[in-house]
């Protein structure tokens, strides 16, 4: 073997080494990365292109929002930003993991996991009480029984819903339901958060308590958190935003 | 899982009764199609099971219990010296009418036996004794038929054909549900209701070539003939057609030998074992009838009825939570978490129109057998059965519901 051999040996060595160290860095930066995402809705004969070619970073522990009209596909970049849906064409890596390499199985459990859902319709089961809610969410992490009623009572208590904790979604206000609903994407102490217009269903004053709760939570244990919102009264507490207009992403400034 | 089965259920109080009620309803109809469907061909072989003999010699022509030709009274002798035969009895089946004092006429069956042994009538006796029917126009009738006879108590009269009949006796568990009322007597007295109101008569013509042919003529007495003045009935000659002789074996004896032998011994019979006889009644009532079939349609149509409610509730219910349950699954919920709350759901809904299916059905059962003679034979194994079919059905339409969630629709779960 010459000099020349062992120098190209080495070279290439480090080279691997640097590419290591650049994803590594580029999965402690962003905790979201999507990349060329494209959805068609196909129904019937006809095609429709909902989102256009998108990239989309959003750093650990940011509120990331993202906002644009009504059909602009917000709803449609969330669901395949969380694993929801399967976009067309592209890749989203959540916390470094490719998401939709992963089987269906894996997946889910991947979302169960890493990922709390918050909705514009609160999705409370009606059936059950404020703290069961909460607790079906445990269980579905594996916490259960005393435990799980401990710590659904925990979650509630940070939500500032401990004394509702025995009422029915229908004896809460909808300020309350979405507290409920939050103290339930908290459970189990997922990574990212996933808002749907987590406050278009509330007035302002119950708007506001939320918008504070998120931010909060958040800020608090580092979590990554992705709102999709008209709500211009959220711009205050996010950290960047972008904009949705016909499925095609303007990144707004990132403040 | 939280009990979101059950507090889903209970979430709607009248749609879940309306909902138990129709699996009540399903579920009933099942156990009582079935119930009278085995009450029913238990009933038309009950005499044969509750019997002591081991074989039956019936006439080679025999259908079932009640429709054979008549064979000689003589034949009881001849069986009885067949090798083997601890005991050979005759048994006499033979049709009437019962007429009330109130004028009420109904068709009966008459069976003459030995009431002194238990070889036919291994019944129970729930009032009066067996032993009365030796008495001259003396009978037992089964506790439930009475009342079709037109009767109210024991030691009542009736008449059957010209001649008196006393009720001396009341049966139980005995009467087939798809035969005439039965009438349980001494095989004289039977012989002298089988001939009642005959008359009698032999003429005879003389041939050309010297022969005498004669004809015996029965007719029908005149029903409001002077009765013929009452004698105590006759006891049975050897000519006297009877319907079947009841064999008891000697200890140890290979049955299936046995009826060779008495086959061989008394031509033109055939010999059944109690089995064999029993059989044949049940198959022939529950298939040639059709009786059968029109049950286990009854029985079809419950389950399908109740599928079908099932099935609905479980798919209104499913399709009410149908976000929820896409929550849960965004949420990361395996499909079987979700598959196994609305199984949970089905099988409580299972378990909760079973148990008052099964309490009414049992109840009815009781009901119908004392008043009105017909058994819905609820056994262990028809009531486990009919569960199983329960968990099925509710299981089925749980499958069913299920399909609403195979897939999340982020349009739902995100729906405002
Ligand atoms: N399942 C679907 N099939 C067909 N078109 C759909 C479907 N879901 C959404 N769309 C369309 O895609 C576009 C974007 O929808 P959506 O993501 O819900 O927008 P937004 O949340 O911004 O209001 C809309 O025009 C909508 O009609
Ligand atoms: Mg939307």
């Known amino acids: 073997m010459t000099a020349t051999q062992i120098d190209l040996l080495q070279s290439a060595g480090s080279a691997s080494q640097a590419n290591l160290s650049i994803s590594a860095e580029r999965t402690e930066v962003n905790a979201i990365v999507a990349r060329g995402i494209e959805m068609i809705y196909q129904s019937g004969a006809e095609r429709f292109r909902a989102l256009k070619n998108i990239d989309l970073d959003v750093k650990r522990g940011d509120i990331q929002l993202l906002m644009g009209p009504s059909g602009s596909g917000k709803t449609t970049l969330l669901s395949i930003l969380a694993g929801i849906l399967t976009p067309t064409a592209g890749s989203v890596s959540l916390l470094g993991e490719e998401i939709f390499k992963l089987s269906g199985s894996k997946l889910a459990h991947f979302r169960l996991q890493n990922i709390g859902f918050i909705f514009q319709g609160f999705n409370l089961f009606p059936a059950l009480t404020a703290i069961e809610n909460v607790e079906v969410a445990l269980n579905l992490k594996g916490i259960r029984k005393g435990a799980a009623r401990q710590q659904a009572l925990g979650l509630l208590d940070q939500v500032g819903l401990s004394q509702q904790a025995k009422r029915h979604p229908q004896d809460l206000s909808g300020g309350q339901k979405q507290r409920v609903a939050i103290a339930r994407a908290l459970a189990g102490n997922p990574r990212l958060i996933m808002a749907d217009e987590p406050t278009a269903a509330l007035d302002s004053h119950n708007g506001h308590a939320v918008i504070e709760l998120l931010r909060n939570l958040a800020k608090e244990k580092g979590r990554t958190v992705l709102i999709v919102t008209h709500d211009p009264r959220i711009i205050d507490v996010a950290d960047s935003v972008a904009y949705l207009e016909d499925g095609v992403l303007k990144a707004g400034a990132h403040r | ?416």
């Open chain 2, 1 to 416: 899982m939280a009990s979101i089965a059950r507090k889903n259920l209970f979430e709607d109080i009248p749609r879940f009764i309306v909902a138990q009620a129709g699996i009540v309803f399903a579920v009933s109809l099942v156990t009582i199609q079935v119930g009278i469907l085995k009450g029913f061909t238990r009933s038309t072989a009950l005499l044969i099971d509750q019997s002591s003999a081991d074989l039956w010699v019936a006439s080679k022509e025999m259908v079932h219990l009640e429709l054979t030709s008549p064979i000689a009274a003589e034949k009881v002798v001849q069986a009885q010296k067949v090798p083997g035969v601890e005991r050979a009895e005759a048994l006499m089946i033979r049709s009437s009418v019962w007429r009330s004092d109130s004028g009420l006429i109904t068709p009966v069956r008459i069976f003459g036996f030995d009431p002194d042994s238990r070889l036919f009538a291994g019944w129970a006796v729930s009032q009066g004794k067996l032993s009365a029917a030796k008495q001259p126009f003396s009978v037992l009738v089964d506790r439930s038929s009475l009342k079709n006879l037109g009767q109210t108590q024991l030691g009542e009269q009736g008449k059957i054909g010209t001649l008196p009949a006393r009720i001396v006796g009341l049966s139980q568990d005995t009467q087939s549900i798809v035969s005439s009322i039965f009438i349980f007597t001494s095989l004289e007295n039977a012989n002298a209701y089988a001939t009642a109101g005959l008359n009698t008569s032999v003429s005879c013509t003389r041939q050309t070539k010297g022969d005498l042919t004669c004809t015996n003529n029965f007719e029908n007495a005149p029903l409001d003939g002077v009765a013929a003045p009452l004698t105590t009935p006759r006891s049975l000659s050897i000519s006297d057609p009877i319907s079947y002789v009841l064999v008891r074996a000697k200890a140890g004896q290979d049955l299936q030998q046995l009826k060779q032998r008495l086959e061989a011994a008394l031509p033109n019979t055939r010999v059944y074992t109690q089995a064999e006889i029993a059989d044949q009644t049940r198959v022939y009532w529950s298939d040639r009838t059709g009786v059968g079939f029109i049950l286990s349609l009854g029985a079809t149509v419950g389950f399908v009825v109740g599928m079908v409610i099932v099935g609905q509730i479980l798919y209104s219910s499913v399709t009410d939570h149908v976000r929820e349950f896409g929550t849960l699954k965004a949420m990361g919920a395996s499909n079987w978490v979700i598959y196994s709350v609305i199984l949970e759901q089905a099988m409580w809904m299972a378990l909760l129109g079973y148990i008052p299916s099964m309490a009414f059905c049992l109840g009815l059962g009781a009901w119908t057998q004392t008043a009105k003679g017909i058994m819905i034979l609820i056994t262990p194994a028809t009531a486990g059965g009919v569960f199983m079919l329960t968990v099925v059905m509710c299981v089925g339409s749980a499958l069913f519901a299920v399909q609403k969630v195979t897939r999340v629709d982020p349009a739902i779960v995100f729906k405002a």
